[in-house]
């Protein structure tokens, strides 16, 4: 399976790409739309804020969205799962891609220091192919001041940080899936994840 990691001029794409490799996977870095509509799967990365990411993916949005309607696997990362939503908060209103419905908010005033950084646990609700094997209460690593607010049956898993948020979205297809945490830098845990994005999608 050949796997294209989206370059959109953001993101940390070679710790994802070593990731993959490591758990056997073909992969290519590309900004290329015929490598990535030739892809068997793609990996959308991202860091920084949500409207810069927008602005420089626009150019390949529309055939990232057909190799999706297609029915090819996607896995959003981080800011690249929040750009799977319809909508963003983040200075000020941005659309999104809007493969999964949802809006992307900031956290709630509290108590608790935003971003919300460093490791803390899955809260497992439905049995999808990438938490295959995976444990519910298994720690993974956040970096992130927003999250997606989205229905309860885009959830496959939840994270508690003052409020419970989605760790883990999907779409109805089953073929999109988006962890707000960053599994290359998971430790095992996140290591098998990618494993079964490899082995359990896309075949």
């Known amino acids: ?27 290519e870095i590309s900004n290329d739309s ?3 509509d030739r892809a068997d799967a793609l990996v959308l990365p991202g860091v920084g804020a949500f409207r810069d990411a927008m602005m420089h993916f626009s150019t390949l949005e529309r055939v990232v969205k057909d190799a999706v309607n297609e029915g090819k696997p996607l896995l959003g990362i981080c800011l690249g799962m929040q750009m799977l939503a319809s909508e963003s908060e983040e200075g000020g209103r941005h659309t999104g891609i809007d493969i999964i419905p949802g809006r992307v908010i900031r956290f709630p005033a509290s108590e608790l220091k935003v971003p919300h950084m460093g490791w803390n646990s899955l809260i497992i609700k439905r049995d999808i192919p990438l938490l295959r094997n995976i444990e519910n209460g298994s720690y ?22 003052g409020i419970k948020f989605p760790a883990i979205i999907t779409n109805e297809g089953g073929n999109v899936v988006g962890t707000q945490f960053h599994p290359e830098k998971s430790g095992l845990a996140g290591l098998k994840m990618l494993r079964n994005f490899v082995e359990c999608y896309g075949h």
């Open 34 to 36: 015929a490598s990535i």
């Open 140 to 161: 993974m690593y956040f970096v992130h001041s927003y999250h997606v607010s989205t229905e309860d049956k885009y959830e496959a898993a939840l994270c508690d940080y």
């Open 1 to 27: 399976m050949k796997t294209i990691i989206i370059d959109y001029g953001l993101g940390n794409l070679r710790s994802i790409e070593k990731a993959l490799q490591f758990v056997g996977a073909q992969v």
